[in-house]
DNA sequence: GAATGTGAAGGTTTTCACAGCA
DNA sequence: TGCTGTGAAAACCTTCACATTC
């Protein structure tokens, strides 16, 4: 199969979003345009990204919702259950552990390490927070397959390269910095000093 | 100016990151080269970037690291404060009030608002939690430029609204959801719902 | 000599436009 | 008739290659 580009699994999610409210209001049926509208892309778009993985509408009529939203779920393995460490304790891992989106999505949090003593032994919302010397074995362990990186930016290239040395080719990203893995790793980062950064440009260069 | 891409700003961002480490390190001067290869891009695609805003470079030695940062702190919009309201303090605008770089980067927190009577009148890290009943005269009267959004999704389009109602332009949203808006306001999406399922996506679809 | 700045070439992604099917 | 699926065209983005400047 042809590379699928980056914007193309994006798009996917946000169809996915909006097959998920359809079927909810039981609409059976629905065309690539108004698809398409309920996301500002064009109707074209949504065919063709679709079309990569197989042909699932009916000429004449659109897309079954529900059978498409399934299908749309396979292709992005949201069917099945990963298992996912978090590394770091701070405001945004404790933030993470409470998000629901992450276990609906199939990622389940078998382990939290943090390196403060304080919070090591003890339980954070359920699961016990490990010391973050023992991550390599107890990664390797408990068959972890992800690996949230949640920790200061000075510590993250540290605690990224311990991760994947154990043999991990998945990451989540927090921090704010530039991390180096090896090709065969995926890394993405939740950069939202990225982000601000758009809406910066945008304001400073806004048309009044 | 020909429109900018939106990778090209999200590159300004890295480079920006780069000089700052370079400057703090007493770095004076830096060519395409080594400043692509810190974040695994090609020299000539540095190069275009900063050629679209113009030249800052010496041939023959580079870009004086002090000068370009602080040019593309200029083009990116870091130099100035934004008016920021923040709606919604549950984990996620709880976490957002405590990040630096926020701050760092010119946003200034001036309101919270929320719906939670328990929340509503105390203080959150120094800022009076207001009434969400109040977003669009508060939103006016204090000249807010940006409003972060960290409301549960089923609650998001309607804040939205009230907020785009009040002029606000510039939005940051944290809700998992499709938000529509007006043509002339700039949303952007920290999706971690989409972040997930392109993990998700790579998970399902590595190579073993 | 060394590295920028930039047209032109090469790729990739998006849109068009229409044949094909319900 | 209405909408999908898809080659071909257009738009867009990245890389090349070299003239230009220090």
Redesign the interface.
Known sequence: MRRIS?ST??R???Y???LETLQRENVTTISSGELAR??KFTPAQVRKDLSFFGSFGTRGLGYPVSELKDKIAS????C?T?NVALVGVG??G??LV??K??QR???IIKKIFDNDLRKIGKNHKGILVSDVKNLNMELKENKI??VIIAVPSSEAQKVVDEVVGAGV??I?NFA???LKVPENV?L?S??????????????????R
């Open positions: 980056e699994i994006s996917l999610s946000l996915y979003r909006t309920s996301n292709i992005l393995g949201l099945k990963w405001n945004v404790s933030a409470s998000y989106e992450f999505q199939g990622f397959e992800m080719r998945t989540l704010t910095t530039n995926v993405r939740v950069n939202m000093a990225m982000e601000l950064e758009h809406l910066s440009y945008a304001l400073a260069n806004q048309k």
